[in-house]
């Protein structure tokens, strides 16, 4: 029976052991906390002041002037930059999410345990090479005596201007962004739960339909974030553009590279810096908001 | 995947929650591997003096550099940059003492030396005799009739053309970038200065870098009328390969640095200067103000300069250049005749300074009425057009 006592001496067992588990969780989760502070937060607010420094004799200088943000906010060039940057990373992030989608599927329901754990194996080791590298490989490809256009010359067609354009410029982003993309949506779906499908079936559903009505939706929140991490990686690639479009027209990352190149123009370069965050950070948001609000919905 | 998920679609599943065992275990882990580093051996070339070099890319090729390393047990380290706005922008930047020796083309020595970047040197020192007479005294590299550096490398340009989809009588005028036979082909060096430099002759200015407004006004509608027939814009490792690779057709503003060692290794590539002239450009080597070894620093010059830098210089593995000490004439034909003959430094035949002397030649400068971001904004533009 619980007496006074030992109600007393329980509680303050329970408080120590309270006291404990807090102290073991803040020591875990502090070392992350301070890294974001040191080397995001911090090198981030940097980032915003040196937008409003000025650069004289090509010497960076602290000060307080807004003629960087004008500068960049109305000039043509970074406009057509900016909206151009935003459609090839949003087209990016939907061809990466449709063609992922049917590797995604098979790795994660029509394969074995071995196979799976191969199949992500080889999705994880171009990682180990040089992106860069990848990058130049595709030029073989793609270039007026590549691969591409040697085999369309041996049925007579062709040749094709294909490097330069926003077409290769896109397969240079889904280099960077499909292994990774593939990899999310596996782990979103093998997360599903099976008997949610089965009973689809069960009730007369189509294995299409199962899939638009039912796998879909419950693996929501993987494949937006999916969707969100190539945005991201394409939004601020700068190899792609450079070595395959070469830069016609430039992104928003060649724009950046090319205010620094052109006289230290270090401040007018963090302002591009810092709208590519901004936009990242809404879209993020949005893209969250848009994955965990219908959860949130549905559950309550 | 393993029992343990919990099936409702959130990837977090997968982030599975260690034990204090599991945390203490890394943590040793980490500050193992953090105590090793400081017991790991030096590497073998940081025992010696280094002697930090500001260049383009390639200057601290071992193919050049190994003779002066070897005789007097340094490293030559570089730090390397693309664009003379690119080299004033690192040294503005970096901490005095940052570099030894920079090599800058000529029409930024001036502004090194007014940004007290650079010791005046004394002619003395370096072996101008041996040098041709139009190199003695270069323009540019004296100033207010004192020394600040030393010419080492220098080239023409104009156009770099694909020799099997341009025949020589095409590229005779620098007309030939607005051909429909080169739609959509046309490259460009990414870097203003001399894309826009050729383009000025093009439009009749000599000189092409001093100019009044309405000429300037003249030369970026010119300028934005080649954007239909640009294929891209390069940087310095991806004009060789666009060239290569075919992407492009033909590029103004560069030269025998880029067609040269594509030549060399059967790309059918060559370059011209047209009937409308081409920019000279020149590498020249400087002492660093706050260098720690200036006597170091002098030695590399030194060397550089003597026949047996300039033969290896021009050589360079990442682009070849003409070299202005006759001394150094002699020894690469005497060694490397077939090189000297591909780099038109023979004594017998027509050769580079022949085309000095024909006057088509206008050193490259910086702007002079407007000022280096008016030129560059117009770059810019043009690219995003």
């Known amino acids: ?300 | 995947m393993n029992d343990n998920w919990r099936p409702n679609g959130d990837f977090r599943a997968l982030l599975s929650r260690p034990n204090r065992r599991q945390l203490i275990r890394g943590t040793g882990a980490v500050a193992g591997a953090a105590a090793l580093s400081g017991v790991m051996p030096a590497p073998s070339w940081a025992e010696g003096e280094t002697l930090n070099l500001l260049s383009w890319p390639g200057h601290g090729d071992a193919a050049v550099v190994k003779p002066f390393e070897d005789k007097y047990h340094v490293k030559v380290v570089a730090k390397e940059y693309v664009g003379g706005e690119a080299m004033l922008a690192l040294i503005n930047q970096s901490p005095p003492g940052s570099y030894d020796v920079v090599l800058a083309d000529a029409e930024y020595v001036g502004m090194l030396r007014d940004g007290g970047f650079i010791e005046q040197l004394n002619p003395a020192d370096y072996p101008f005799g041996d040098f041709w007479p139009e190199f003695q005294k270069f323009e540019g590299h004296w100033l207010d009739g004192k020394l600040y550096s030393v010419i080492t490398r220098f080239g023409y340009l104009g156009l770099a053309y694909r020799t099997d989809m341009l025949s020589d009588d095409d590229v005779k005028s620098y007309k030939i970038l607005w051909d429909p036979k080169v739609k959509g082909k046309v490259g460009f060096f990414d870097w203003y200065l001399p894309s826009m430099g050729c383009l000025s002759l093009y439009s009749g200015n000599k000189p092409p870098f001093d100019i009044t407004d309405a000429a300037f006004a003249k030369l970026k509608q010119t300028l934005f009328s080649l954007k239909p027939e640009s294929a891209g814009f390069y940087p310095m490792a991806a004009v060789f390969s666009s060239l290569t690779n075919g992407t492009t057709a033909v590029i103004p503003g560069v030269g025998d640095w880029v067609a040269l060692l594509l030549a060399k290794n059967g790309v059918p590539v060559s370059a011209t200067v047209p009937a409308e002239g081409g920019l000279q450009w020149t590498e020249s080597l400087s002492i660093c103000s706050s260098s720690p070894k200036k006597d170091l620093a002098k030695a590399f010059i030194q060397y550089m300069a003597s026949p047996e830098g300039q033969v290896r210089t021009g050589r360079l593995p990442a682009y070849w250049a003409s070299i202005p000490s006759k001394a150094g004439w002699q020894k690469m034909n005497a060694e490397f005749p077939a090189d000297a003959k591909t780099l038109r430094h023979t004594f017998s035949e027509r050769n580079v300074m022949d085309e000095y002397k024909e006057g088509k030649i206008f050193i490259r400068k910086t702007p002079v009425k407007q000022s280096i971001e008016t030129w560059n904004e117009a770059w810019t533009e043009f690219k995003s057009l």
């Open chain 1, 1 to 300: 029976m619980a007496t006074p006592a030992r109600c007393l001496s329980m509680t303050a067992s329970g408080r120590s052991k309270s006291a404990a588990s807090l102290a073991f969780n803040l020591s875990w989760v502090t070392p992350p906390l301070l890294w974001q502070l040191l080397f995001f937060l911090v090198p981030l607010g940097f980032l915003v002041a040196v937008t409003f420094w000025s650069v004289r004799s090509f010497r960076l200088t602290p000060d307080f002037v807004l003629a960087n943000w004008s500068h960049i906010l109305t000039a043509g060039f970074f406009r057509s930059a900016y909206v151009y940057t935003f459609a090839l990373a949003a087209l990016t992030a939907v061809l990466a999410s449709v063609v992922a989608f049917p590797a995604a599927y098979t790795m994660a329901f029509k394969v074995g345990p071995g196979s799976r754990r191969f199949l992500i194996f080889l999705l994880v080791v171009p990682f180990f090479t040089s992106y860069p590298v990848r990058i130049y490989s595709w030029q073989v490809v793609f270039s007026p005596f590549g691969i591409v256009n040697k085999l369309l010359g041996l049925m007579s067609l062709g040749p094709l201007n294909l490097l330069n354009t926003p077409w290769v410029t896109i397969v240079g982003y889904l280099t960077l962004a499909l292994p990774l993309v593939i990899l999310l949506q596996t782990f979103a779906l093998a997360n599903v739960d099976r008997t949610l499908v089965e009973a689809a079936k069960n009730l007369g559903c189509s294995p299409l339909r199962a899939v638009i009505t039912v796998l879909i939706p419950a693996a929501r929140v993987g494949l937006i974030v999916a969707a969100a991490f190539a945005f991201v990686l394409a939004f601020g690639d700068y190899i792609s553009p450079l070595l395959l479009g070469g830069s016609k027209p430039p992104t928003l990352s060649v724009l950046l590279a090319d205010q620094v190149k052109s006289g230290n123009h270090w401040p007018r370069a963090a302002v591009i810096a810092v709208v590519m965050v901004l936009t990242l950070m809404t879209i993020l948001l949005i893209m969250l908001g848009v994955a965990y609000g219908q959860g949130r919905r549905r559950t309550s």
